[in-house]
Structure formats: C-alpha cells, structure tokens
C-alpha cells in the first residue's frame, strides 16, 4: 500500500528541506491529482518566512491546488506530506473535500491523523479521506531531528 507513494514523498522531502534553508520546520507537501501522478501543487512550511501562522506545508499546498483546478474541492485528488497533519492541517483537508493523505512521520505531539487525535475520520464530520501513514517514515522523521539538532 505504501510503496505507490514513494516518489511522490521523495518531492514532499525535497519541499521540506526548502522549508528548513528558509528556517522553517521541515515539512513539505504535494498534492497530486485524481490519477495519482500529476502534481497539481507543492507547499513547505513557511511561518518563519511569511510571519503568518497559518503558512503550513499542508494549507499552501491545498490553497496552490484549488488554484489550479479553479475550486475549492480537491476530490479525487491525494495529499503527501513529510509529517502527520496538526489538527489546523486536518481540519482543512476535510474542508477541501480531498481523497486521501499521505503522510510519512507520525505526530506524537500534535499528530490528527490518527497519532493523538484522529480528526480526518471523525465519523461526525461530513468527509473523511483515507489515511495511509509510514511513507518513508525513517526519512522523513530525520529530516525533522536533524534540524531541530541544530536548531537547538
């Protein structure tokens, strides 16, 4: 079930690490369209760049993609993201109507795809993708302990 995700990590992996030249935690994202493989659009974090709170991987990536397909809902289509989506990531995952997310690193902490909360399969909600986490978990999770290594 994973390994159809992996190119599509690597690209989230690349996202993030220009996520941390920039300062940024790093966390990259892609959303791909309905067919699995075209990219519609890619987002890393970029609060520290932007000053704005809401600058997520995950939001950017989504906001970059209705863009492209001119609305608002994603259907059909898959986010891939470094890192579990926070509960601010999975809130607007459920707003944009998407498929499915992919994530790599689970989110002991703040994790809403299934770690602490699991806000995406909220059977109180009006969506709710599938989930497929542990892409290329490993890698991912040494993106984010490399640079808070340094960074602290």
């Known amino acids: 079930m994973r390994e159809p995700w992996r190119a599509a990590m690597r690209l989230a992996m690349a996202e993030a690490g220009r996520a941390a030249l920039g300062g940024d935690v790093p966390v990259g994202a892609v959303v791909l369209a309905a ?9 890393h ?11 997520h991987a995950e939001v950017l990536a989504l906001r970059r993609a209705a863009a492209e397909v001119g609305e608002w809902r994603l259907t059909g289509c898959t986010l891939v993201v470094t890192l579990e989506p926070c509960t601010m990531c999975a809130g ?16 002991e902490k703040a994790g809403a795809a299934g ?7 909220d059977r109180r909600l009006n969506h709710r993708p ?4 542990g892409v290329l978990a490993d890698d991912c999770a040494d993106l984010l302990t490399t640079f808070f290594r340094h960074e602290r």
């Open 45 to 55: 974090n970029e609060r520290e760049a932007t000053g704005d709170p809401t600058a």
């Open 92 to 107: 607007a995952l459920v707003q944009s109507r998407i498929d499915r997310v992919v994530y790599g690193a689970r989110d």
């Open 35 to 43: 067919d699995g493989t075209t990219v519609l659009a890619t987002g």
């Open 115 to 121: 770690s602490l909360w699991d806000l995406v399969r």
């Open 130 to 133: 599938e989930v497929i986490g």
